[in-house]
């Protein structure tokens, strides 16, 4: 695992650990507390230890590139979770559809703000995930800044997934401009950040601010006015998918799949699977009637 910083991390890990379990797989973990070098020598001691079948959530989708084919190398077959490791020719992916992740975050805010300034906040470059939530969120966004209905006045992107780097950013962002409408934001985590900044300016649910992950305090925000959208991405059904298939890639078995991905090498089997937007309208037939959270908690701070 990259690390547990982001909510949704230590919840996969326990659902695809039980998942696993429950399969007769024993799973080892290691965290690599967002550094690269560290998770690129953690590969090196799971090889060692003699493993079956190697899960990695990459730091760096281009720097783990040599250690997973050195992996692969020794024929131990290995499934990229949720991030793309590139230009290694993994034996599966398994993910939700990134660029339809970006493309819901802002078409969730162009129906709230048909016309005026956006601003996106991307996460890191290194992150494959990033690029492709980026390449959603323009899909959507370019033809109204062709049409003249929409105006992009700022992109962050940002060296990590982090809140602080987020904020000194987008700080300087309102500095220079407060004529800000909209704000399309990689995740949750970073979304809480600039709605920080936002409400130093007493801009805080005046501005439309979308994410992804339907974190807990996102989905507070959310029916407290104060982000619009999240996309939610069911975790159990990602981690128990992942978790299956890794068994079956550790018996040799054939993973069979419909969609491919381009890692920069060649086509890598792709299992994919759907996001599902969430606003202050769908938070209970959503995260709330799946019991992904609680209503109790979802509505903590609403009177109702």
């Given at each position: 695992m990259d690390s547990l910083v982001v909510e949704r991390w230590r919840r996969d890990m326990d659902a695809f650990v039980a998942s696993a379990s429950d399969l007769g797989a024993q799973v080892v973990i290691r965290v690599a507390d967002q550094d690269p070098m560290v998770q690129e020598r953690q590969v090196k001691e799971l090889l060692d230890m003699g493993i079956d079948v190697l899960v990695i959530i990459p730091n760096d989708a281009d720097l783990l590139t040599g250690a997973v084919m050195d992996v692969l190398a020794r024929r131990i077959p290995i499934l990229s979770y949720d991030r793309l490791v590139r230009n290694a020719g993994v034996d599966l992916y398994v993910s939700f559809d990134n660029e339809k992740v970006g493309a819901m975050i802002a078409e969730s805010l162009v129906r709230s703000v048909p016309e005026g300034n956006f601003v996106i906040i991307n996460g890191p470059r290194n992150d494959n995930n990033a690029i492709l939530l980026n390449l959603g969120m323009h899909r959507i966004l370019d033809p109204l800044v062709a049409a003249d209905r929409i105006r992009i006045v700022a992109e962050i992107w940002p060296e990590y997934w982090d809140s602080g780097e987020i904020r000194v950013a987008f700080e300087l962002v309102l500095a220079r401009n407060r004529d800000v409408d909209a704000v399309a934001v990689g995740n949750d985590m970073l979304a809480e950040a600039a709605i920080g900044v936002l409400s130093e300016y007493r801009m805080a649910g005046i501005v439309k601010v979308a994410g992804q992950d339907a974190d807990l305090a996102a989905c507070q925000r959310i029916a407290e006015g104060l982000q619009l959208a999240t996309v939610y991405k069911p975790i159990e059904r990602l981690a128990l998918s992942a978790a299956g298939f890794a068994v079956?890639?550790?018996?040799?078995?054939?993973?069979?799949?419909?969609?491919?991905?381009?890692?920069g090498k060649g086509k890598v089997p792709y299992i994919r699977l759907e996001p599902i937007l969430v606003t202050r309208e769908t938070l209970e037939s959503t995260v709330i009637a799946d019991g992904f959270h609680k209503r109790e908690d979802v509505f903590r701070n609403v009177v109702q």
């Open positions: 079956m890639l550790a018996k040799g078995e054939r993973v069979r799949t419909d969609s491919y991905i381009d890692d």
